[in-house]
């Protein structure tokens, strides 16, 4: 198997055991757990997986004094982002969240043009346009039921506060850190918001039923772990456009995981809200490539120099 053919399967290895978020989370709800405490022992229990990951790797736990305040900051965006989704599962069916999601690469772009001067071009509005159209599509199913509005805003805000973290990682000295040590960092301070609010005197719900334990450990195994070294893996072999495209299946494994074992409802204008969306974003990120490509092919047709007679 060639390199190429690895990086493809590890990008899609990665977004789809990111998809498996709703798999894990929806039956822990169900026995009467909450947002909150489902993400306080997703997050305990992936920091020792990435600890071992670091320990694994031969790197050092060390951070300097000034990465200390962007890492807190940085956790503080990725905890907001996980429970604001997770909450959102409480309103809207979980394929449909997961879609709604994958418009923070959107997000990411307008962020970069409105505070670092980046130039948007036409092509990125029009995608972004049809991104809100499918988003339209979402908010009101085929039988005229809208979706909650409550359900739409913690998406928007989890996907938000998911951009800002990647323009605020990218934009500041973590991005010097290996990934591996940004993500330990961030899991601990994103922990620590949730140890706060469980002080604070919101309830920690201990799983009743010992199969639910592992429910919690494969949301610290496949959606953070796994997806994480998987994406590491594919950056590493294909580079990130087209591993960032393959996270396009991330909406669509979470879809089929609520349809198939949830039950939940698929209907045409379902599906093309969904195929609108992930259509828009995928070409946003794949934009640079079909812009070389395409040069590529028009070189394989040179323009006919005339001879003047």
């Not at 757990?33 to 694994?56: E, G, Q, T």
């Not at 085929?142 to 509005?149: I, W």
């Not at 590491?232 to 669509?252: F, N, R, W």
Request: hydrophobic content about 55%.
């Amino acid at each position: 198997m060639n390199t190429k053919a690895k990086g493809y399967i590890y990008g899609a290895v990665a977004a789809a055991t990111y998809g498996m978020n709703p798999l894990f989370a929806l039956p822990l709800y169900e026995n009467g757990m909450n947002a909150n405490s489902v993400l306080f022992f997703r997050y305990l229990f992936a920091i020792p997986i990435l600890a071992i990951m670091i320990k694994s790797r031969g790197r050092s736990f060390a951070v300097h004094k000034a990465d200390i305040f962007p890492l807190a900051v940085m956790g503080l965006l990725v905890a907001i982002s996980s429970l604001a989704l997770f909450l959102s599962y409480n309103y809207m069916d979980a394929g449909v969240a997961s879609t709604i999601l994958f418009v923070y690469p959107i997000m990411v772009a307008v962020i970069m043009a409105l505070f670092f001067k980046e130039k948007i071009s036409w092509f990125t509005v029009l995608c972004i346009l049809i991104a809100l159209g499918g988003i339209a599509m979402l908010y009101q199913g085929d039988n005229g039921v809208t979706l909650d509005p409550i359900g739409i805003l913690f998406v928007m805000i989890s996907s938000l506060s998911y951009a800002c973290y990647i323009v605020g990682v990218n934009q500041t000295r973590l991005k010097e850190m290996a990934t591996v040590q940004v993500t330990f960092y961030v899991l601990i301070f994103g922990l620590s918001v949730f140890v706060a609010m469980i002080l604070a005197g919101n309830q920690l719900i201990i799983p009743s039923k010992w199969f639910l334990w592992g429910n919690i450990v494969a949301l610290a195994l496949f959606p953070t772990a796994i997806s994480f070294v998987s994406t590491t893996k594919a950056i590493q072999y294909i580079g990130s456009t087209p591993t960032a495209i393959l996270g396009a299946l991330e909406p669509v494994t979470a879809v089929i995981f609520g349809v198939t074992i949830f039950g939940e409802a698929f209907t045409p204008k379902l599906a093309t809200g969904i195929v609108m969306i992930i259509f828009s974003v995928t070409m946003i990120i794949a934009k640079g490539n079909i812009t070389t490509q395409m040069l590529r092919f028009r070189k394989l047709f040179p323009k006919l120099i005339r001879r003047h007679k």
